[in-house]
């Protein structure tokens, strides 16, 4: 990924370091520097220890102290996570399967489109590709609370009699307004550094296939998509972590309507109206944490790489 | 809808568009001779660049149009929005708001995830330690929100307390505090969130750079007698100047766009707004389209010229 430059250290410049228990010596001399490092690393973890301790105490130790009181008091309970998953006023596991319901499609969809796209404008030539590549990779600097009212106008309001996409009445009950623009707002990103790799397979290995006969469409499927799979893997973490988080496009599309919304919707809700139910917040968190943290882990090689590069997204 | 319906729905949606993408390349296969070219181009190229132009670009235009008119965009105003942005006092309040995050969260965010990457560089727990930073990027800036706003939670001095950051106030002996709700320093209280989560990101790009420092370098200093901080000021900071500045931008841009933290910790009141959460509420609560397109076209004024100097900083990194 060649807009990740900075992200991946040369592997020459590690070999020949300094030896790791004269470094270590180093540092440890100096107990500032430890102990700065350490001030650091507490400061971050802390009040996500808080949160998640509180989400396994009972509701009356939450509620009545704090949860470094825990360590006195060691109760363990799942009665928050049971009671914010099924109880019928938070009902967060409906929610958790609309997250996985619209996370899905928002990224097959942008992925493959980008990439048949990307080839394209890798190795087809066709009038005008240069200046139409231009535009595609120039329309990432509009951020997308530019575009949001316009969009959602056509999806109510769609021209030349075609289907109203917005509302209860839709197709897919209003899951693919959320599609459509997690997979617009996806491409000229996803297209760009997509077209950055392609454009560094040899021009050889395409001109070699070609010329044994091979279409456009058999050296992509054949050459360039395993070629391509780290690529392609980097950027379907990034774009599943953005669309799982996601705030405010689930809100502006989802029209409202608490059916197709995400976990990231109802628990900004439940923040408001339950804002002292903190046994539910503290469980409603995780329950929306885990699934980012488990891809996060998995993929943490490719989710750093596509990080960097995608970070004027949005 | 039930769960068993969602997940048709979903099973729908990706089996159409497998299936739509299977057929239409198995035309542009077949197709061959001269006008097979045309077809293959066009079935690679043209879905996303439809997609792109009638979900981005014309309403991109089409925003900027609105916000030369009036609420329900009925007539022409001219600049009368922008005049409102820049005269009205809430409006002006969200100004200084966004202002004051896009100073505060890059420089500290990046302070912060410098030092520790240099701190922690090449130390036996580099992993881990590097981890326990990162992982608040990977969750929802709701989930941070939630996270942070318990540790705000505010109770009168003499009860039990259960967020941390007022327990330790009663622990120096000093009344508690309403982070969230006193101004002005509440902006600050929202802008440590954005902090949290980015460092993380600062910190690994950052370290990234350090490590591709060339070891000649930091030996020749160290034969020159320099170590400790001014290695940090004269060698390590020089020699990563353009990871900082991509950092930096990166972070002013996301940080312009902030909206889930305002949303979620304090929905916008105690004059805690911000430009594109106030665009949200103008758009979408009080319906004022005029008013809400100006304020986007507004946040796209000042991402561009950033994006831009991002993109060049970052073609140069690869250059080199």
């Known amino acids: 990924m060649t807009t990740t430059t900075p992200q991946v250290p040369a592997p020459a410049a590690v070999v020949g370091r300094q030896r790791p228990a004269e470094v270590a010596h180093d540092k440890l001399s100096n107990p500032w520097a430890s102990l700065a490092a350490i001030v650091i690393a507490v400061l971050w973890t802390i009040p996500t220890v808080g949160l998640l301790i509180s989400s396994f105490r009972p509701q009356a130790d939450v509620q009545a102290s704090g949860w470094w009181t825990w360590f006195t008091n060691p109760t363990v309970t799942l009665d928050n996570y049971h009671a914010v998953l099924t109880g019928s006023d938070t009902n967060l596991a409906t929610y958790f399967v609309n997250s996985i319901v619209i996370t899905l499609p928002a990224v097959i969809i942008p992925i493959s489109l980008a990439t048949m796209a990307a080839y394209a404008f890798a190795w087809m030539k066709f009038p005008g590709r240069d200046l139409l590549f231009v535009a595609v990779f120039a329309m990432q600097i509009v951020p997308i609370q530019v575009t949001m009212i316009p969009l959602l106008k056509l999806y109510v309001n769609p021209p030349f009699g075609l289907p109203q996409l917005a509302g209860a009445s839709a197709p897919g009950g209003g899951f693919y307004t959320i599609w459509l623009s997690h997979s617009i707002f996806a491409l000229p990103l996803a297209i760009y550094l997509l077209h950055n790799f392609m454009k ?71 923040s408001g109206t339950r804002d002292q139910d903190w046994h539910l917040l503290a469980a409603g968190a995780f329950v929306s944490l885990i699934v980012p943290l488990i891809v996060f882990l998995a993929g943490q090689r490719y989710f750093v790489r596509g990080l960097l590069a995608g970070s004027v997204k949005g | 809808m039930s769960t068993g319906e969602k997940l048709v729905q979903l099973v729908i949606a990706i089996a159409l568009f497998v299936g739509v993408v299977a057929v239409v390349l198995l035309i542009a296969d077949r197709v061959k001779s001269k006008r097979g070219e045309v077809v293959q181009t066009t079935a690679f190229v043209l879905p996303a660049v439809l997609m792109i132009g009638i979900g981005l670009l014309y309403p991109a235009l089409r925003t900027i149009y609105e916000s030369f008119r009036d609420a329900n965009s009925t007539k022409f105003v001219g600049l009368d929005n922008y005049h409102t942005i820049f005269t009205n006092g809430d409006e002006l309040t969200v100004l200084r708001n966004t202002a004051l995050w896009v100073i505060v969260t890059p420089v500290l965010a990046t302070l912060i995830g410098l030092v520790y990457a240099v701190l922690v560089d090449r130390t036996r727990f580099e992993k881990f330690a590097k981890a326990l930073i990162f992982l608040p990027m990977a969750i929802s800036l709701v989930g941070a929100s939630l996270i942070w706003k318990f540790v705000y939670d505010y109770r009168a001095t003499e009860n039990d307390q259960i967020g941390l950051a007022n327990q330790l106030l009663k622990w120096l002996g000093m009344d508690t505090y309403r982070f969230l709700l006193t101004e002005p320093w509440n902006t600050m209280f929202l802008i440590v969130i954005m902090i949290w989560v980015q460092a993380g990101f600062a910190m690994t790009v950052l370290s990234a750079s350090i490590k591709a420092i060339p070891d000649d370098i930091i030996e020749a200093a160290k034969l020159d007698g320099v170590s400790g901080f001014r290695m940090f000021r004269y060698i390590t900071v020089p020699s990563i100047r353009p990871s900082l500045i991509v950092v930096l931008t990166t972070i002013s841009i996301t940080t312009l766009k902030v909206f889930d933290i305002v949303r979620t910790a304090t929905g916008g009141n105690f004059n805690t707004s911000v430009l594109a959460y106030e665009f949200y509420v103008q758009s979408f609560r009080s319906f004022n389209t005029g008013l809400g397109a100006a304020l986007a076209v507004l946040l796209f004024v000042l991402v561009m010229p950033i994006v831009i100097y991002n993109i060049r900083q970052m073609r140069k990194l690869e250059a080199r």
Do not use: C, K, Y
């Open chain 1, 200 to 270: 560094e397979v040899p021009a050889e290995l395409i001109e070699a296939a070609r010329v044994d006969g091979a279409g456009h469409v058999r050296i992509f499927l054949r050459i360039m998509l395993p070629l391509m799979t780290p690529a392609i893997a980097a950027f379907a973490i990034f774009q599943f972590l953005w669309v799982w988080n996601d705030l405010l496009v689930a809100l502006v599309f989802g029209g409202g309507s608490l059916d197709v919304s995400p976990l990231t919707v109802r628990l900004a809700e439940l």
